[in-house]
């Protein structure tokens, strides 16, 4: 038994050696005392031996914020037959376990449901809660509102989520409960700009626990599974974050796991009993824990004793707990020093040896969990649900911007819930559409009542701004036609006359094109502002939209106009009438081609859509292609299949579509449009402007034919006769720019036995190729997360839909098949095309900037009933900001106060003038009023910034990292009514204003 016990567990380390497991399974506002007169923290860490292999053990629970049950239903822990977890009964449990011995120790994660708990108890365990807070029993750990993925997600909505899981923590048990740690333990690959904003949110380190099975492999080795992550060349020493790599993801030691959930052995320490065990447990334990010591540099090591909704019955796990470090101390001669821990007691523990370490400053994209198993699938799986998520955020952003500059009251509330659903879609099972179908549609519950509700804000916000008075204010309502995805809008559609009010929520001013669905086909558009008509176009709605299963619509057609220049973080308003004689409706033009001063585009013979620049020698084919999904058993490597997590084509190429459609082509005053179909589910069309230098690509793919019994993963792809010489760049979270260069890894040499999906890589924002011989660039920006990649020289593919008939085996249990109204899902999107030769970098990469942030926060178009006299032109800024510079948060913080944060949009070397730290004075940068005092913060806010000292860390190369304090900041303050902000490339600056309102 002692021999087959053994073998077992040198199996299980050599399986931990060298592959990463691949399971996805994986109010009453109180101020708080001084932290000084409290134990938490690090003061609160049990005392380690310098002379001994020190073992941490961090008892802990991953409860993810939906998966394969609803949040609600892992919260109450209903629908056991799917997966028996109930959230409100670990957190019961571990309570009660933390009190019954001071000596243990537990951590806890996602904010979401400990939030949900905590608003449900009574003061007596409120005041047990905050007593293990401020004594360090129960330690907060990373503190977001759920564990966010790190390939789908934007960094405007990370920042946000991260803001309002510290706020909730920070507001209700003060500065013991302020995390210091990222704990980044399920999420499948990680960003190198996750890394930089844990360190301007003054983190002292992160600890994750998914890694390549061959970088894995390579580390254990090298003794660098703990090493200096540089997180941004721009920041410099201000981003760079020390990274733990965790030995078993975050899974106990093979053997060791006590949970009731479990079927390990409990430690028997009766010597009457026959299954007395202690001695022998002991023994497979200081086994296991040596083996993992020699892959690390130092006498400490951390044990994770904890897994996926562990805890629901705590004094199982503390109690075998409790006897494992007793009887493992006691043990004669022992070398070891095992004690309860915490994440940050195990970095405290390493930082006090003052060592030097290695450094990366790559990411870890993609992340495979053996040869057959890249997890690049779910950069693109669940498109609508990707989609619907960006959206969120850019009407969530647009309503805090509202309520701060209108001072709006009694709308808290409706607000946090929206905070709290977008920080729900951003977890690792949500956005990255890992979900069951059950639970997607739960996400998507959540989100859609929220932005409901936020019509309500924004029609009470615009109503005061404008001057109305009371009575009209009160009955002015604006309808957000949630549905222009599909061109459906029934306010518009149903409304001979109605009104269109386009708010902007970027900080600079923009025009757009306003296309709005009618049933007519003749209709003027006048200016409220300033009573000018804009030219007017109307487009027949594609044929293929007006197909889509579900849409209700009626509407054949789409008004479409450009606004004039809409005010910075403000509002422009058109009256939209229906003519009482009817045009004739424009009928497809004959030329073969659109064309403007910079383009011209057609079909060629193959079908696929050519396009030549006019004055440049660069051209680029647009074509669809689809792949293959593998199918198998899943019982092998081999036998992987394609699905909701893997991206696994069965065949060496991707197949190409047989042409079977044809072409109409609009053209007016307003845009040019190719309406391009390929087949019966695959169309686009492509539009170009006048006055717009990037060519608007409208995909429509679905429903994705199944009755072959094949699963289809389809992708776009920009052919151009670049030399991009095997390299191509992709985004990191929406800002900085990463080098990929095709079958290569920076930090190992990479064995790929999966060549396609081996090279996709997460497209937040944009993906681009550079031909530094010609000086030539292309840009593709996307409006939602997609795969990405460049399999040949001068190509660009995107991977836009995926359809497939077999689960993957990682956990989700189903195929990634998803319906609606009874048929294959049909997705929607944009592309926007831009290139061309590099003659001014300034010039250039500021239009990139700007194509990027009109896809992230797009001037949001909103529907009222006309009423002339009682709107107005508004803008919530009072002077420019230097095109470098972006407010990225302007909202309704606490007891009046208003929260900013402006970020520099360029990178240290990415253009000339623009990458410059630029200065601004914000003393009267805002129209609705003007700042009395200002406090600097971390960037989660929840810290001042000159109280944040995070521990220093020693590179290898003795480049000792710097305090990201005032040191290297200049201290903000108001002096003769000048408020001068310094920003540096790619810095994020948050502020706490006191505002003194301005009338409206």
Known sequence: MLRYEFLLLLL????AQFFTPGDAARIPRTTPDATASKKCGYEACHPVDPKKLNIHMVPHTHDDVGWLKTVDQYYFGSRSVIQKAGVQYIIDSVIKALLADPSRRFIYVETAFFWKWWLRQDEKVRADVKMLIDEGRLEIIGGAWSMNDEACTHYHSLVDQFTWGFRRLNDTFGSCARPRIGWQIDPFGHSR?????????????????????????????????EFIWKSSPSLGKRANLFTTAMYNTYSPPPGFCFDVLCADEPMVDDPDSPDYNIDRRVE??????????????TNHIILTMGDDFHYQHSEMVFGNLDKLIRYTNKRNGSAVNVIY??????????????????????????????PHSYWTGYFSSRPTVKYFEREGNNLLQASKQLVAMTNLKNYDKPLEHFREAMGVMQHHDAVTGTEKQLVADDYSRILYESMEHAEEIISKAIGKWSGMTNSTAASFKVFTCLELNISSCAFSEKNDMFMVVVYNPLSRPVSTHIRVPIQGNSYTVRSLIDGVYPDVQIVPVPEAVQKVPGRKSNAKNEVVFRTSVIPSLGTLAYAVAKKTEEDVVEQPEPPNFISNELYNISVNINGDLAINWNKQNMNVVQSFH???????????FVNRSSGAYIFRPKETSARNFAYAGSYKIYKGPVVEELHHTINEWVSQVVRIYP??????????????????????????????????DKTFYTDSNGREMLKRVRDYRPTWDLKLEEPISGNYYPVTSKIALKDKKNQLKLNVLVDRSQGGTSMQDGVIEL????????????????ALNETAFGEGLVVRGTHYLFGGKVKD?????LKEKELALKLALHPWVLGASVNLSNIKNISGLSYSLPPNVHILTLEPWKDDTILLRLEHLFEVGEAQEMSQPVEVNIQNLFSTFSIESIKETTLGANQLLSENKPMKWELETNDVMQDAGESERQIVEIKDNVINVLLKPMEIRTFILKVKRRTL
């Open 626 to 636: 689809y792949y293959i999904g593998a199918e198998g058993n899943n019982e092998v």
């Open 341 to 370: 821990s915490t994440p940050s007691c195990y970095l405290k523990a390493l930082n006090d040896l003052k060592l030097q370490w290695p450094a990366k400053s790559d990411d870890f994209f993609p992340y495979a969990s053996d």
């Open 12 to 15: 299980s380390l050599a399986f």
């Open 799 to 814: 991977m836009v839909h995926r359809r497939l008939l077999k689960d993957d085996a990682f956990g989700v249990g189903e």
């Open 691 to 724: 006055e717009e230098e990037h060519i608007e690509f409208d995909w429509l793919v679905g429903p994705i034919p199944v009755k072959d019994k094949i699963g289809k993963e389809i992708v776009t792809r920009y052919s151009s006769n670049l030399e991009s």
């Open 841 to 845: 970098v300034d010039k250039f990469v």
């Open 193 to 225: 700009e996750q890394a930089s904003l844990f360190a301007q949110m003054g983190f002292d380190g992160m600890l994750f626990g998914r890694i390549d099975y061959q970088d894995k492999s390579k580390r254990l080795k090298d003794q660098t599974m």
């Open 284 to 297: 497979l334990f200081l086994t296991y824990a040596k083996g993992q010591a020699r892959a690390y540099r």
